[in-house]
């Protein structure tokens, strides 16, 4: 593949799944609040669709190791997991989640394995074809896109959710993941032989103490920016009795933030070194979730959208290109897969706990807990990366 399709078929693979994750973040909550769910109940659902990104890791071995139909090592899965997320897309608004909440919460959970697949192959791919020094562009890149996705889709889905109805909002995601499903058919792989071979002893490295404390660091990160991310509209709705097209564009900017967020973090990697930019993004992430708590009408919450939105990309694309640093190449996709889904672990933890807290406690306890958890990544930091502010730069395995 040349550079510019390589990007751009990575940014698209990671904008639709930031169409999903508009859905997931922004109007799931409300979506289901319309039938009569309650906060407990969202809170299992986003449990439940995040766990196939804890089953990444068998998705991860699957890829290094086998070529399915003999097809390649990542092109037929990132195919087959885009294929599913259109078919749930397109079946889902036939469910009425209040009257039949297990059958939603099976197509969720369908939905979100074929976005597991299709992310898992894809950073693999990412892995086998990217140099090293462009590997913080590259993930930035792809936080980009992913928020790009969230932006774009959450104004096109709140309109059409507000002013047409639920089916053609989903129904034109599912439209959305078509047009990248004929774009994935172009995607060429290296060949095998460029390839390192699969190593079941390569797995040593994830005995390590940094290496384990790297995995800590992204459960707990991604508990904490998740959890806000799925309170946020719920929030905002309570707080100022926003409409769905008013919740999309919160999101939207949120979505804003994060491209942002994810471009200078990606750089940020890249040059000032996986230590510094981890320590910024926890402190800019703090400051962003005590902001909620300040918040005095729905239009200075657009602000705080982006401040967070800022920081969610930021931290997000900094933890990436600080695990890609240190994945060992004849394991790419597992290794990878493996600390993703340690890192989603804490997200469905997050989003569960979170949901129960709102409801015992109220938002505003709930913020301020989040953020005080959030100063935990703080002795982690010197573990994973040493002392030094240039510890950060290099694989360390």
Do not use: C
């Not at 698209?12 to 609040?33: V, W």
């Not at 003999?70 to 195919?79: D, S, V």
């Not at 790009?148 to 129904?171: D, H, K, M, P, R």
């Amino acid at each position: 593949m040349s550079k510019k399709f390589r990007y751009l078929i990575f940014g698209l693979l990671y904008f639709i799944q930031g169409a999903i994750l508009s859905y997931f973040t922004g109007f799931n909550g409300i979506y289901l609040l319309d039938f009569g769910v309650s906060m407990k109940r969202v809170g299992l659902i986003g449990l439940i669709g995040m766990t196939p990104f804890v089953l990444k890791i068998f998705l991860g071995i699957l890829s290094d190791r086998v070529s399915l139909f003999n097809k390649g090592f990542r092109k037929p899965y990132i195919l087959l997991g885009v294929l599913l997320q259109i078919v749930t897309l397109v079946l889902v608004p036939f469910i009425n989640p209040g009257t039949h909440f297990s059958l939603y919460a099976l197509l969720g959970f369908i939905m979100m394995t074929g976005m597991a697949l299709y992310d898992t192959t894809t950073d693999g791919l990412a892995l086998d074809t990217t140099p090293k020094d462009e590997q913080g562009t590259i993930q930035g890149l792809m936080v980009g896109g992913r928020a790009l996705g969230v932006t774009v889709i959450s104004i096109f889905f709140g309109f059409l959710a507000e002013f047409i109805n639920w089916y053609y909002a989903f129904w034109s995601l599912a439209l959305i993941s078509l047009v990248v499903l004929v774009l994935a058919f172009f995607i060429k792989e290296a060949p095998e032989r460029e390839r390192l071979a699969f190593d079941w002893s390569a797995f040593k490295a994830l005995g390590r103490k940094k290496i384990l404390s790297l995995a800590l660091l992204g459960a707990l990160y991604s508990f904490i920016i998740n959890s806000v991310a799925e309170i946020m509209n719920p929030f905002f709705s309570e707080k100022f009795t926003i409409t769905a097209f008013i919740a999309g564009l919160y999101s939207a900017v949120w979505g804003l933030g994060i491209i942002i967020g994810g471009l200078l973090g990606g750089k940020g990697s890249d040059r000032l070194g996986h230590r510094k930019s981890v320590f910024y993004a926890l402190i800019i992430s703090t400051v962003s979730i005590l902001l909620f708590l300040i918040v005095p009408n729905e239009w200075i919450a657009f602000g705080i959208a982006l401040v967070f939105g800022f920081a969610f990309g930021f931290y997000e694309t900094v933890y990436f290109a600080a695990s890609m640093a240190r994945t060992d190449p004849r394991i790419a996709a597992s290794m990878f897969s493996i600390l993703m889904a340690i890192a989603n672990i804490g997200t469905g933890i997050g989003l569960a706990v979170t949901g129960s807290l709102v409801d015992g406690t109220g938002y505003i306890n709930t913020f301020l807990i989040i953020a005080g958890l959030n100063l935990l990544a703080l002795p982690l930091i010197p573990v994973v990366f040493g002392r030094g502010a240039k510890a950060a730069d290099g694989v360390h395995l």
